[in-house]
């Protein structure tokens, strides 16, 4: 079973976790009330405790501190529609990054080893910075117009913070002041309905900023208010924004978002959770245990060595090096990983002494194979974060490593296959989830990353592919893995926020949590493209096939094998092999290797090779981001379908991190795998050494000879024998939630086992088994034992 989850954790070393602490004592010495005790527990979270500031990592995070407020406080010049020149108030981007600056110069006044500590002339100028804002912008009298965002999480959240962390330094009138802006921009209304946009991580942040309201200006409704709107948050949804029961997390509707807005989700639940804990407000609905399962059942699943997966970053993938941010952070896969690991052990506050320690040992396993961004030094965090991973680091508990297992994310089109020393994640798009999401200025070529594109990661010392000024140079007509017409698109064709779907319901799988069918029906984004893609997930192995690939574009169509980054000038030798006409194997140094198999090579479509260099610029695809230029090298292997293809296909293995010699042998290898079918119909495969048969039905239908199986439905099964059992997972990926009979031609099979929905039919000559699906594209498993 998968580290995640909870049964496979044996507490077997001694020690204690940081989590249990974070809670915090429910009244300071000396502290007048329980609203003066939330105000210094929130500030403690913010600002950290037991750290010491003149050992690092501490002591340069701090003089950085310093030396961005020096910054801030001499360049700041009020002016009527601005702090400082450069930050308009409309956009109202320039109030947020205002109030963040000053949050900045905050944390110098209040922190030690700044040089700015207890400075009067600093504390003065960030006075009358919120004073100016006040006056001029951020108060009931102005009406909000722009992104609303910014108006009601990205500056209240702000402003609150400072409030709370400078309170005894504030007059009364002003931090009147601060909640009123805050009361008019958050009005009650929006937290009383969970809809728009108070859902989901939006709804955590808004409740956020008013529990803090309700702290500063000592209101029991205010705190109350913000604690009951947390629980709409909290249940399993079937559509729409939220976490699903498979560990989906959906934002904006149709978007797949764990990584960013799950981020922000957990982290403010885990804000919220430990300021409130052992308060008359504390969250006690029984239902904020699934937000604590989701560490393990949602999140976990998705960050690889300290990564977050960008198939479930949505338009952040597109951020890089933003123009706003002065500490220059990359924005990357692993920016977002560190975010949610971070949010952990907050969570933890809240959290079984159980789950602590299993939540260590699953933070402190990244923080020692992160190696492209080490964690324990990571520019995005202050030293509150920091010194509670560092506490992480140092406990007695031992790093968990990461986990063999698939986990299907069935309701945002997502999965993801982890075998020992790599991983790999499928990115795909049906009526319920989008082809990509742009808005806002960024993302605007993200069109295909939902066409089944295929992430994958070689091991530990190759987990900067996606980070290292990838998306802002790669060639978004041959994203990894994808299918596409090469009919060019506009920037943002489809729409913003999610819009783009395609009209296609078969897209999922089925699992035994080890191994997979996954499948896709693709249909273009703004083109006539259509295709069936199925992806088998294995030992070692990711077999692709592609079917029934017509278009009447009038250019050509193409499946992308890879598009491996190489760095800045890398030199990994590409191997081809020469032996025959039609190549059966490649293998890339340092990376991995293909294989395509049969007589026709990649069934029949030519194999096309390309090293080139390419240059680009993060604002090249968001118009927030750095103008700087860089070029990093690529080496794609592509099929090409020809133009106007009617009913093509393909067929290739990947082996992430295999080597040359394990390549040329699996290519030699001919009855390693068969093929059983690859069509519009039905696609299947059988691994025998593997004990593996597994079919993506289209239709109903039959596949295969010895070990048949039939479906009458459009389905996904996977059988896979071990010495005297085996499993036979099955779903229905189209989730028309009808029932449907699925045959495997099996004789002297002994049901063991078998899910809710699974009814036995016979299990004579056959065993046959009926169905019944439900509509959450979820794998319904029956174990039976063999004679």
């Not at 913070?161 to 601060?178: F, N, S």
């Not at 993302?443 to 900067?464: F, I, Q, S, V």
């Not at 090469?486 to 319901?505: I, N």
């Not at 189209?734 to 016979?762: F, M, N």
Request: proline letters at 5%.
């Amino acid at each position: 079973m998968p580290l995640w989850s909870r049964r496979t954790f044996l507490a077997a070393t001694s020690g204690t976790t940081l989590a249990v602490a974070l809670a915090g004592p429910a009244k300071a010495a000396g502290v007048a009330d329980d609203f003066d005790s939330l105000r210094l527990r929130w500030v403690e979270l913010s600002l950290g405790t037991g750290f010491d500031p003149a050992t690092e990592p501490y002591a340069s995070r701090l003089k950085e501190t310093g030396r961005l407020a020096t910054g801030f406080q001499a360049a700041m010049a009020p002016a009527d529609t601005s702090l400082w020149p450069g930050y308009s108030f409309d956009p109202p981007a320039g109030i947020t990054q205002s109030y963040g600056r000053l949050w900045t110069m905050a944390q110098a006044y209040l922190q030690p080893g700044t040089g700015l500590t207890a400075d009067a002339a600093l504390l003065a100028d960030i006075i009358r910075g919120l004073d100016h804002l006040s006056a001029k912008i951020y108060n009931p009298s102005t009406t909000r117009h722009g992104n609303w965002w910014e108006w009601q999480i990205g500056s209240p959240r702000l402003l609150m913070d400072i409030v709370a962390a400078l309170h005894d330094k504030l007059t009364a009138g002003q931090r009147q002041a601060a909640c009123a802006a805050v009361d008019h921009f958050i009005p009650d209304s929006a937290l009383t309905n969970y809809s728009g946009t108070s859902t989901g991580a939006n709804r955590v942040d808004l409740c956020r900023s008013v529990a803090l309201r309700g702290v500063l200006g000592r209101s029991p409704a205010k705190i109350a208010l913000a604690r009951d709107a947390l629980s709409p948050v909290f249940p399993y949804v079937t559509k729409g924004d939220g976490l699903y029961a498979d560990g989906s997390f959906v934002q904006h509707t149709w978007v797949a978002y764990s990584g960013t807005y799950g981020q922000v989700m957990l982290d403010g639940l885990g804000r919220l959770f430990t300021l409130l804990a052992g308060s008359t407000w504390a969250v006690t609905d029984p239902n904020r245990q699934i937000i604590l399962d989701s560490v393990e059942n949602a999140y976990a699943p998705l960050i690889y060595n300290g990564l977050m997966m960008d198939s479930v970053n949505g338009r952040a993938i597109s951020r890089g090096y933003l123009k706003s941010d002065d500490r220059k952070v990359m924005r990357s896969d692993h920016f977002h990983g560190q975010g949610l690991i971070a949010a952990i052990p907050l969570l933890a506050g809240g959290a079984s002494e159980a789950e602590q320690r299993r939540w260590t040992a699953i933070v402190k396993g990244w923080i020692e194979r992160d190696r492209t961004t080490p964690l324990l030094t990571a520019p995005q965090f202050n030293v509150a974060d920091l010194s509670r991973l560092h506490a992480v680091a140092a406990s007695q508990v031992a790093a968990a490593p990461e986990p063999v297992a698939h986990k299907l994310f069935a309701s945002m089109d997502r999965a993801v296959h982890r075998r020992p020393g790599w991983a790999a994640g499928i990115s795909m798009a049906s009526e319920r989830i989008s082809y990509y999401e742009c808005g806002n200025g960024e993302n605007p070529r993200g069109w295909h990353t939902g066409a089944g594109m295929l992430y994958w990661w070689p091991g530990e010392k190759e987990n900067d592919q996606y980070t290292n000024w990838f998306w802002p140079t790669v060639d978004f007509y041959r994203l990894p893995g994808t299918t596409v017409s090469t009919k060019r698109l506009a920037d943002k064709a489809g729409g913003e926020w999610g819009a783009p779907k395609p009209a296609t319901k078969w897209v999922g799988g089925c699992t035994d949590g080890e191994f997979a069918a996954v499948g896709q029906h693709l249909k273009g984004l703004g083109s006539t493209l259509e295709a069936r893609k199925s992806w088998f997930c294995v030992a070692d192995t990711v077999v692709c096939l592609g079917a029934g690939i017509t278009s009447t574009d009038g250019v050509p169509a193409e499946t992308i094998v890879d598009n491996r980054m190489l760095g800045e000038s890398g030199t990994n030798p590409l191997t081809v092999d020469a032996g025959h006409a039609a190549p059966r194997w490649a293998h890339l140094e340092g990376h991995g290797g293909w294989v395509f198999p049969g007589a026709g090579g990649a069934g029949g479509a030519e194999l096309k090779i390309l090293r080139e260099d390419r240059t680009g610029s993060w604002s090249d695809i968001n118009t927030t981001s750095t103008t700087e230029r860089q070029t990093r090298r690529y080496q794609t292997l592509w099929l090409d379908h020809g133009t106007d293809p009617v009913d093509a296909d393909y067929a290739y293995l990947l082996m992430p991190g295999a080597s040359r010699r394990t390549v040329v042998a699996r290519a030699a290898d001919r009855d390693w795998l068969h093929i059983l079918a690859n069509t519009r119909a039905v696609q299947a495969v059988a691994i025998h050494s593997l004990g593996v048969t597994a079919a993506n039905f289209w239709q109903p239908g039959t596949v295969g000879t010895a070990g048949r199986l039939t479906a009458t439905a459009p389905a996904s099964v996977l059988v896979r024998r071990r010495r005297r059992t085996a499993t036979v997972a099955v779903s229905e990926p189209a989730r028309s939630g009808r029932p449907l009979e699925v045959t495997w031609e099996r004789r002297g099979v002994r049901v063991i086992s078998k899910d809710p929905g699974v009814e036995v039919l016979s299990t004579g000559r056959t065993l046959k088994l009926r169905v019944t699906p439900g509509t959450a594209g979820a794998s319904h498993r029956c174990e039976v034992a063999l004679s």
